[in-house]
T-cell receptor, first 115, second 116 residues
C-alpha cells in the first residue's frame, strides 16, 4: 500500500522569501507519479506540479520546483519569491500507474505568506 | 471547456436523511473518481467509476454509501441515513480516456456536506 507523510502541519514565510515543504512517501511499485496540490480557502484542488518517478530531473513550474530524492523516498516542494496568493493548504500525493490509479494524499500543510 | 461541475456546493441534512451528490465530468471525460476530505485531513479515495461500471470501490464504506455513473447524466454519490460522521467535503475528479501513461485527474470544487 502507498502512504504519503507530511510531518509539518503548518509553516509561515515572508512575502518574496523562499520556503520548502517536505513530503515523504512509501511504495513498493516502480511506476509511480508524485504531485503537489494547492487548496486555497475556496477549497478548489489545484495541481501545482507533478514528477514522474522514472525521471531523474526535478520538475519545475515557474516559481515552484521539487527536490525528488528517489532512494530516500522524499519529494519536497520549493516555492521561490513567495506571494500572498500562495497562502493555502498544500497536499503531497502519489499515484501508482496501472490499476485504478487513485491518488493517495498526505494530511496537508497550511502555508501562510505574510506581507 | 467547462471544468468538473459538482452540485450542490453545500448540502445540509439531518441525521437519518439521504444525501445525493452530483458530479458532471469535463466534456470528453469518461472516468470519475470520488474522494472524501474530513476536517483537518487530506483527501481519501472512495470510488473509481467509468461509464456504467464501478472499477474500484475499495475506499467506500460498506454500508449506506453507493455510487453510479450512468451512460447519460452525472455521476451520483449517494449516502443513505446520514450520520454526523459523514460531515465532510466530497470531491469529484474526472479524467479523459487514457492519453498519457496515467489517468490525469481534474478536480471539481467539492460539495460540503453538513449533517445536523
Amino acid at each position: 500500500a502507498q502512504t504519503v507523510t507530511q510531518s509539518q502541519p503548518e509553516m509561515s514565510v515572508q512575502e518574496a522569501e523562499t520556503v520548502t515543504l517536505s513530503c515523504t512517501y512509501d511504495t513498493s511499485e516502480s511506476n509511480y507519479y508524485l504531485f503537489w496540490y494547492k487548496q486555497p480557502p475556496s477549497r478548489q484542488m489545484i495541481l501545482v506540479i507533478r514528477q514522474e518517478a522514472y525521471k531523474q530531473q526535478n520538475a519545475t513550474e515557474n516559481r515552484f520546483s521539487v527536490n525528488f530524492q528517489k532512494a530516500a523516498k522524499s519529494f519536497s516542494l520549493k516555492i521561490s519569491d513567495s506571494q500572498l496568493g500562495d497562502t493555502a493548504m498544500y497536499f503531497c500525493a502519489s499515484l501508482t500507474q496501472g490499476g485504478s490509479e487513485k491518488l493517495v494524499f498526505g494530511k496537508g500543510m497550511k502555508l501562510t505568506v505574510n506581507p | 471547456n467547462a471544468g468538473v461541475m459538482q452540485n450542490p456546493r453545500h448540502l445540509v441534512r439531518r441525521r437519518g436523511q439521504e444525501a445525493r451528490l452530483r458530479c458532471s465530468p469535463m466534456k470528453g471525460h469518461s472516468h470519475v473518481y470520488w474522494y472524501r476530505q474530513l476536517p483537518e485531513e487530506g483527501l481519501k479515495f472512495m470510488v473509481y467509476l467509468q461509464k456504467e461500471n464501478i472499477i474500484d470501490e475499495s475506499g467506500m464504506p460498506k454500508e449506506r454509501f453507493s455510487a453510479e455513473f450512468p451512460k447519460e447524466g452525472p455521476s451520483i454519490l449517494r449516502i443513505q441515513q446520514v450520520v454526523r460522521g459523514d460531515s465532510a467535503a466530497y470531491f469529484c475528479a474526472s479524467s479523459p480516456p487514457r492519453d498519457r501513461p496515467y489517468n490525469e485527474q481534474f478536480f471539481g470544487p467539492g460539495t460540503r456536506l453538513t449533517v445536523l
